[in-house]
Every structure is written in C-alpha cells, then in structure tokens.
C-alpha cells in the first residue's frame, strides 16, 4: 500500500527543492532561508489538513 512521506517544493525560479516528511523534518537539495522553511512547513500542513484548494486559497489572498 501506498503511504504518503513527504511533500517537496520546488522554486521556480532558482530550482531548489525543499521536501517535508511527515515526521516533521525539511530537507532541500541547498541550503534554504528560515522563510523558506516557514512556508513549506506552512503549505505543508495545509495541504495535508485540508487540501489542495485550501491551499490555493491561501496563496491567492497573500497576493
């Protein structure tokens, strides 16, 4: 059975990955900011409480 482990993100513009595992811990391919770690935290936790339109939600009114 398939079980979910991380969610990653990627930025479009410089290419860097950060992933968020589910035990909690953030990864990324480089070294990435305290705000970086925020937000994929952050939109993490959205999408894995309430989903993907949860989380464009978000997104659209921090615009």
């Known amino acids: ?3 979910l ?3 990653t993100f990627k ?3 410089t290419g860097k ?3 968020v595992n589910i035990n909690g811990s953030v990864t ?3 070294d990435f900011t305290s705000e970086e770690y925020f937000y994929a935290s952050i939109f993490a936790g959205i999408v894995m409480g309430g989903g993907i339109p949860v989380l464009a939600d978000f997104t ?3 615009k």
């Open 17 to 19: 990955i950060i992933e």
């Open 60 to 62: 659209n009114q921090k």
């Open 1 to 3: 059975m398939l079980k």
């Open 28 to 30: 990324s391919d480089q």
């Open 11 to 13: 930025d479009d513009e």
């Open 5 to 7: 482990n991380s969610i």
